[in-house]
């Protein structure tokens, strides 16, 4: 069966660093991956598609990258802030219809 | 604004008992989901629902049941709650086709079973 694993569980870093998360899966050829942003007690909420045929997506300071021979997507969020402290969550399209989810990296920017 | 409403957000159950999750959506969407998440497992999907009446397994359905009689209502039962059902429970809705398969999520479900 298809597996999603995020890096790590968490991830610590000094304001205005850059944030790298990173999202392998295998056993899987998605058509697209998703990442969200998931606060405390609320539910995710989506950031950024890229798709098989994209190399990278920009949305302001995040940045996207989608690897299909490796099979791995890389979030970067430049400068990052305190504000961008969260979890962020991979997912990855299955059968067209739903998407599957990595367990998340929770990022902690410190000031 | 695009909004997934859920019923209740705390909820606390006894083993045994019948558990309605009701959730509802107000975008149109076609497709509606059921997801529980859990520390270190992340989201996993229990079932979905691309019609009205109609419903998918997701990865793990075992324990669960769903209804979809009204487009905008997706309703998570769980038949006779045990303890390993204690979670987050999260409804979600996303168009058929043309939006990439963007999930837009409901606050959660937090239940509990004693």
């Known amino acids: 069966s298809q597996k999603i694993e995020q890096n790590s569980e968490a991830l610590n870093i000094q304001e205005g660093k850059t944030a790298t998360l990173t999202c392998n899966y295998t056993?899987?050829?998605?058509?697209?991956l998703q990442w969200y942003r998931q606060d405390p007690g609320r539910g995710p909420v989506f950031l950024l598609l890229?798709?098989?045929?994209?190399k990278e997506k920009r949305k302001e300071r995040l940045k996207v990258t989608f690897d299909t021979t490796l099979k791995q997507s890389l979030f970067h969020i430049t400068a990052s802030q305190p504000a961008d402290s969260a979890t962020y969550l991979c997912?990855?399209?299955?059968?067209?219809?739903?998407?599957?989810f990595g367990a998340g990296t929770r990022l902690t920017v410190k000031p | 604004d695009v909004k997934v409403t859920q019923s209740s957000r705390y909820l606390v159950k006894r083993t045994g008992e019948k558990v309605f999750l009701e959730c509802v959506q107000d975008?149109?969407?076609?497709?509606m989901f059921w997801y529980r998440q859990d520390p270190g497992l992340g989201l996993r999907l229990i079932y979905f629902?691309?019609?009205?009446?109609?419903?998918e397994k997701g990865d793990i359905p075992e324990g669960y049941s769903v209804s979809r009689e009204k487009k905008e209502r997706f309703s998570l039962i769980l038949e006779s709650a045990s303890t390993n059902q204690t979670s987050m429970y999260l409804c979600?809705?996303?168009?058929?086709?043309?939006?990439?398969?963007?999930?837009?999520f409901g606050e959660g479900s937090r239940l509990t079973v004693l």
């Open positions: 997912a990855l399209e299955y059968n067209n219809n739903d998407m599957r």
């Open positions: 975008m149109d969407h076609e497709n």
């Open positions: 629902s691309y019609d009205v009446k109609m419903k």
């Open positions: 056993n899987y050829s998605p058509a697209y």
């Open positions: 979600a809705s996303s168009l058929l086709t043309g939006s990439d398969g963007e999930l837009f």
């Open positions: 890229i798709r098989e045929n994209e």
